[in-house]
């Protein structure tokens, strides 16, 4: 896994509670002054006096440990300041000035510096410290030739050291960074799967909205017509009033079935008995559903154009609906009782019209144009890739026009290639 800082940031943090987080700094802090002390008391330098040594000494160990306290807060900076302190005790070193001590707390102090930066800021920054640290130092090491100095095995050593350092720092970035990854890839798991759930749940209300709409508009629209009907020749044309109640009786009827029936469906979350309820209507069920809005008191036209070929069900399902929801607006809405259907069989799709004398009113133009019901067709006409188009005029008329693009050439033939007009509705 990359570690570069730019492209992720993995932040430092301790495992150690916050009031134990003094022992790692201590514990460098023994490390790094243990070699001073020692070698100091034990040195016999060639050049100055002991206290001189101890004096010198004592200022390099206190340059390492401010580098050890300061690391977690600057980082690159003590890497910095305790590289030029190696080079410094290299040099002092070669002048006999101080003892092997210091010059292997330095290095012990680069290392852990190195560590720090590669285990908080990643791989480049890591790379590059330690390549200036073994420069700074190797030439220091080659220049000053300190005593007890190896050569290139000592080189060899340093290099080993601070990119043993180094390495270990950057592993520790990179697996954070890759812990953090995993933490931060599973939250953004878990919020797709709570938005694919919440668009789910959307989808599955507006299809209830479209279904129930399809199951009760036509119907209610039916019952309030005749109701209002048989009010009104209820004294007059007592026979009228008999049949148009006889007309709400068997509306509410169909409702309260179909409502059941959709319940049942919702209900069940068994797939094989959903299989067991009644199919869903197509264009083969047009005949009934034109005889529906002829008992209801609106005169179906029908023509067919073209070679009636058979739909794939998600089409003729839509087809229908559109169908119910056109007849439904053409007797809600029409002004003389009557509506023309036409079906277009072309090689590129089935096209529907539905068309009726408008009322007067110009309210019940905007009721046309804003209804739930258009909203539902336009939304299962979408679905298959279709498209719909209402329109008005010339003179007091409505056009529904829909165009059911077909997904794939035509498998079947359900009727003869003339256009056909019957006023009851049967092609």
Not at 101 to 123: D, E, H, W
Not at 321 to 330: C, D, F, H, P
Request: charge should be neutral; proline fraction near 6%.
């Amino acid at each position: 896994m990359r570690s570069d800082p730019r492209a992720f940031h993995a932040p430092f943090e301790s495992p150690l509670p916050p009031r134990l987080r003094w022992i790692p700094s201590a514990l460098a802090i023994i490390v790094v002054c243990i070699p001073v002390v020692v070698a100091s008391h034990s040195a016999t330098p060639l050049a100055g006096s002991t206290t001189e040594v101890l004096a010198t000494s004592a200022v390099v160990a206190i340059v390492l440990v401010a580098a050890l306290v300061l690391r977690t807060r600057y980082p690159r900076s003590t890497a910095a300041v305790a590289i030029a302190a190696t080079c410094a005790s290299v040099v002092l070193s070669s002048l006999q000035l101080i003892g092997p001590g210091p010059v292997i707390a330095s290095i012990l102090t680069v290392m852990i510096t190195v560590f720090g930066v590669g285990s908080r800021q990643g791989r480049a920054p890591g790379l590059i410290l330690a390549g200036i640290a073994v420069a700074a130092i190797g030439i220091s090491v080659i220049v000053a030739r300190p005593e007890g100095s190896r050569g290139l095995e000592s080189l060899i050593t340093l290099v080993a050291l601070v990119g043993l350092a180094a390495t270990g720092g950057i592993a520790q970035y990179n697996g954070r960074a890759f812990i953090q990854a995993i933490t931060e890839r599973a939250r953004r798991a878990e919020e797709t799967r709570e938005s694919e759930a919440e668009r789910r749940v959307a989808e599955e209300r507006l299809a209830i909205a479209r279904d129930l709409h399809d199951v009760m508009a036509h119907q209610i629209a039916v019952i309030n017509l005749h109701a209002a009907s048989a009010s009104q020749a209820l004294r007059t044309r007592p026979d009228d009033a008999e049949r148009s109640l006889t007309t709400v009786r068997e509306a509410a009827r169909t409702v309260l079935g179909e409502i059941g029936s959709l319940l049942t469906v919702l209900r069940s979350g068994d797939s094989a008995h959903s299989a067991t309820l009644a199919p869903t209507p197509g264009l083969s069920h047009l005949p009934q559903l034109i005889d529906e809005f002829s008992k209801a008191g609106l005169t179906v036209e029908q023509r067919t154009v073209g070679t009636p070929v058979e739909l794939d069900s998600l089409r003729d399902i839509v087809a229908h609906r559109v169908l119910q929801e056109g007849l439904t607006n053409a007797h809600k809405h029409g002004g003389d009782g009557t509506a023309l259907v036409q079906l277009d069989y072309s090689t590129d799709g089935l096209g529907i019209t539905v068309t009726n004398v408008t009322k007067p009113r110009r309210d019940d133009w905007i009721v046309v144009e804003s209804g739930h019901g258009l909203v539902g067709v336009r939304e299962r006409v979408s679905s298959v890739g279709g498209s719909l188009e209402t329109s008005f005029g010339p003179g007091p008329v409505h056009r529904f026009v829909v165009h059911l693009p077909f997904d794939e050439p035509a498998p079947g033939v359900r009727g003869s290639a003339h256009a056909t007009t019957d006023p009851k509705g049967h092609a």
